[in-house]
């Protein structure tokens, strides 16, 4: 399945590390792809790639068939967004502040705030659901409602593409199934979604495209009814499971045997 952003032979690395080797991809338009994989396996690192944080050593991360490194930084950040882990708000920033930093690739030097920046931002903190937070200083906040002001914030740049890193990070599990649920509204209004996901079964409701990574190559890729079952869970998890539909979608949900069935 074709798209706009590709790995082609792609070598990844930090230093002399090497976290994957001549790595191939499609991500499919219009699609939510999980990357899925167990710690360390390379999810973070491919994702920062796609994102321009991280050039390969070889081969190519390419965009509409050309070098993502050849756009301009702006440019590029008018089509994708990137929400990484780990960020850290300025000191005494307040929340309408930062989610307002996502209208940056938009500005000019000439250009004041306008209507559309207003609008991008007031419907991101209602998508995110942090309305009530917005004259609030990011530092008073819970790990969780920081988590969803840097999601409005991502929103409010109103690009094609959706690049995270984890987003379910520090969201109690209401707010986790609503994040999912709202990326899979964007999937439908015709957003490209990427998303690093933990949760398998997660991934499996409401991604229509799933990646599993290993030690830094693609083990499989396609719809989760297609790709997961238990000698793939296996082989990315080292994990003894059957597979069963969930009983509200249908669709593969992973139930561990052994000893990890309780």
Known sequence: MKGRLTARDATLRYGDRVVSADLDLDVPDGAFTAIVGANACGKSTLLRSFARLLAPSSGHIAFDGRDVRDYRPKTIAREMAFLPQGLVAPENMVVRQLVARGRYPHQTLLSTWSADDERAVTAAMTAAGVTDLAERRMENLSGGQRQRVWIAMVLAQETPYLLLDEPTTFLDITHQYQLLALLARLRDDGRTIIAVLHDVNQACRFADHIVAMRDGRVVAAGAPADIVD?????????????????????????????????
């Open 230 to 262: 238990a000698a793939l869970i296996k082989e990315v998890f080292d994990l003894s499971c059957v597979i069963t539909p969930d009983p509200v979608t249908g669709t593969p949900m992973i139930v561990p045997t052994g000893e990890y069935a309780g």
